[in-house]
């Protein structure tokens, strides 16, 4: 086991795809980088998604804006780490079942054109075109938005910490960090390093990392679980990403099954009960899924702030960074989020 380094300009905490990210970011910059990660690489809530990057996000245009801009950087991401992604087009859809809803995505259209978002209101009848198990009757309209991509998170993950290694960061796994000096002292089981910054990106730990540092993060762990379909009895076409904006529910294409999510069982909320629920949308909204059988495909925690959009920012008084509050859309954002502590490390 290799010792840590005495010191480094950034110790970036966590090393899934928003802290790769960064440590490519900063080290392609000259940054003196150092990646801290507990586990593996991308073994938390990066390798717990569906595996999908988008554009669209809902009441959102700032996330939308950041993820267009890291949808460009994942176009171009063979070129910066030399490792090619294989993104496949599906596209994302939010299916509207209240006149509401319709009223505010017209309300938010222009915000979102102007965050350099692509999404239209298209009609159900659409909507059925672009997903052919989508029971027409029980839709009023739709969102339909093409830049939404298949993609392995892993993939990224592994992409920037080659690109980190080449431009001479040094990432350590299986290293947790177990305090915080004021002096930026960062303490671990392998020994302690002392970082002229600290950038915390550890997802769901991100709170307590930040509370280490007596810095206040208001984080609160999320949790998803994905599930998968029985094989359904008629072949499945490559669906897009389709979201039933009311639920929260999200389905989509997964090889010969159904991937699908829709957060957890509330608290106090028995497991069958939620399952009940999915399988109550299944029936209304897709209704050739009706009481297909389904099982758990993975679970994880997330880090979702109080409006679920992402910290992303510097403390004031010390030279603490952090990148936290992604509420598992970290892979749509991780590019733009590495610029972005990048930036805000270097503008001392």
């Known amino acids: 086991m290799s010792a840590l380094p005495a010191r480094a300009d950034a110790v970036v905490i966590g090393g899934g795809v928003i802290g790769t990210s960064a440590a490519h970011h900063l080290a392609e910059a000259g940054v003196n980088t150092v990646l801290l990660e507990r586990g593996s690489l991308g073994g938390g809530a990066s390798a717990h998604t569906a595996g999908m990057v988008r554009t669209y996000f809902p009441g959102s245009p700032d996330t939308g804006r950041r993820a267009v801009r890291s949808l460009k950087a994942y176009h171009d991401f063979a070129r910066h780490t030399g490792a090619p992604l294989g993104l496949k087009q599906l596209g994302f859809m939010a299916l509207f079942t209240d006149e509401q809803q319709i009223v505010d995505f017209a309300a938010g259209h222009e915000a979102q054109q102007a965050a350099g978002v692509e999404v239209d209101l298209i009609s159900a009848r659409e909507a059925v075109r672009h997903n052919p198990l989508i029971n027409e009757r029980a839709v009023l309209a739709a969102a339909w938005s093409p830049e939404a991509y298949h993609v392995d998170g892993l993939d990224i993950v592994r992409g920037y910490a080659a690109g980190a290694r080449n431009h001479g960061a040094r990432l350590f796994t299986h290293t947790p960090v177990t305090g915080i000096d004021d002096d930026n002292t960062v303490h671990t089981p392998r ?57 929260g529910l999200r389905i989509r294409w997964w090889k010969d099954r159904i991937l699908l999510a829709m957060g957890a069982p509330k608290d106090g909320e028995e497991r069958e009960a939620w399952l009940g629920r999915i399988d109550g949308h299944l029936g209304t909204l897709f209704p050739s899924l009706d009481g297909i059988g389904l099982q758990r495909a993975w679970s994880g925690d997330f880090d979702a702030s109080p409006t679920n959009a992402a910290f992303i920012g510097r403390h004031p008084d010390r030279r603490f960074l952090y990148a936290a509050g992604f509420t598992g859309a970290g892979l749509c954002q991780a590019p733009a989020a590495g610029e972005q502590l990048r930036d805000l490390l270097i503008a001392k």
């Open 191 to 247: 020994g302690s390093i002392k970082a002229d910054s600290v950038v915390c990106t550890a997802g769901p730990w991100s709170g307590e990392v930040a509370c280490m540092a007596a810095v206040d993060l208001p984080l609160a762990p999320h949790t998803m679980e994905m599930l998968f379909t029985d094989v359904p009895p008629a072949p499945t076409p490559e669906l897009p990403m389709t979201m039933h904006a009311a639920s």
